[in-house]
């Protein structure tokens, strides 16, 4: 049974970090591409980026986010991660990972002084 848990979110002041993990179970992780999306209240679910399956992983990012995020994998603890830094109010979100078509319950993640 595929499981994904998100972890990390939390209530961040402008321009501050934070790291998002989603841990992965019941699949061969390493063979999987993995995703996080967004949703903030009101709007439809969003690609943030990408990374591809294998040791190294060729990563993806949208424009909104990019040189401010960072997605990386550990094949050995089957987790991804989603470093986040010069956060601005527009990055509140539900942050959710995914592989294939399976999804997780997503973190909060709320940018505000």
């Known amino acids: 049974q595929v499981q994904l848990v998100e972890s990390g979110g939390g209530l961040v002041q402008p321009g501050g970090s934070l790291r998002l993990s989603c841990a992965a179970s019941g699949f061969t992780f390493s063979s999987y591409t993995m995703a996080w999306y967004r949703q903030a209240p009101g709007k439809e679910r969003e690609w943030v980026a990408t990374i591809t399956s294998g040791g190294g992983g060729t990563r993806y990012y949208a424009d909104s986010v990019k040189g401010r995020f960072t997605i990386s994998r550990d094949n050995a603890k089957s987790t991804v991660y989603l470093q986040m830094t010069s956060l601005k109010s527009a990055d509140t979100a539900v942050y959710y990972c995914?592989?294939?078509?399976?999804w997780g319950q997503g973190t909060q993640v709320t940018v505000s002084s």
């Open positions: 995914k592989a294939s078509n399976h």
